[in-house]
T-cell receptor, first 113, second 113 residues
Framework: DSGVTQTPKHLITATGQRVTLRCSPR?????VYWYQQSLDQGLQFLIQ???????AKGNILERFSAQQFPDLHSELNLSSLELGDSALYFC????????????FGPGTRLTVL | AQSVTQPDIHITVSEGASLELRCNYS??????LFWYVQSPGQGLQLLLK??????LVQGIKGFEAEFKRSQSSFNLRKPSVHWSDAAEYFC???????????FGQGTILTVHP
């Protein structure tokens, strides 16, 4: 158990819908990262927050957004969902930034029908 | 831009045999390298990491990896594989400034009894 929690574990929804994925980092960790794992794209970095502020962006679609709240939990919002958004979404946390080890949560499996 | 290549998509070994998983990276500065393991339906667990210093890194579960700057490689090794090592293994390179991880495509390890 990494100490990072993600809810829900599974999510099934329809095209065009909007969903919110939640992540609670390890106690004391200030950085939260979101990654997407799909069969065709592999594991890709989406976005990073540090102590409530966005710090880095990867290949995140405009339909996706995220935020980190004062209690340091984070939410990833996915809207206007398409079939291709079906994937495993991981959250990771680290104490600070840079070279700190990232600890991954169990992931949320999103299925868009 | 940073990138990671894992040339072997799938490797099969017999239990008790030695293992080497290959990883080649591309990064403009001193790389920060990681190996993660993902069991079916699970998140990613850190096996080991290289930041600096000794180029032979010891990790959990009896794994080790060797950083070779001249070959841009960070291969993972284990002298004797156990059936429980069957999983997917990911090599990753980290950005020093903000921690974004770039992953390879992964190598699936199958262990025969």
């Amino acid at each position: 158990d990494s100490g990072v929690t993600q809810t829900p574990k599974h999510l099934i929804t329809a095209t065009g819908q909007r969903v919110t994925l939640r992540c609670s980092p390890r106690s004391g960790d200030l950085s939260v990262y979101w990654y997407q794992q799909s069969l065709d794209q592999g594991l890709q970095f989406l976005i990073q927050y540090y102590n409530g502020e966005e710090r880095a962006k990867g290949n995140i679609l405009e339909r996706f957004s995220a935020q980190q709240f004062p209690d340091l939990h984070s939410e990833l919002n996915l809207s206007s969902l398409e079939l291709g958004d079906s994937a495993l979404y991981f959250c990771a946390s680290s104490a600070l930034m840079g070279t700190d080890t990232q600890y991954f949560g169990p992931g949320t499996r999103l299925t868009v029908l | 831009a940073q990138s990671v290549t894992q040339p072997d998509i799938h490797i099969t070994v017999s239990e008790g045999a030695s293992l080497e998983l290959r990883c080649n990276y591309s990064y403009g500065a001193t790389p920060y390298l990681f190996w993660y393991v993902q069991s079916p339906g699970q998140g990613l667990q850190l096996l080991l990491k290289y930041f600096s210093g000794d180029t032979l890194v010891q990790g959990i579960k009896g794994f080790e990896a060797e950083f070779k700057r001249s070959q841009s490689s960070f291969n993972l090794r284990k002298p004797s594989v156990h059936w429980s090592d069957a999983a997917e293994y990911f090599c990753a390179v980290g950005a020093t400034s903000y921690g974004k991880l770039t992953f390879g495509q992964g190598t699936i390890l199958t262990v025969h009894p």
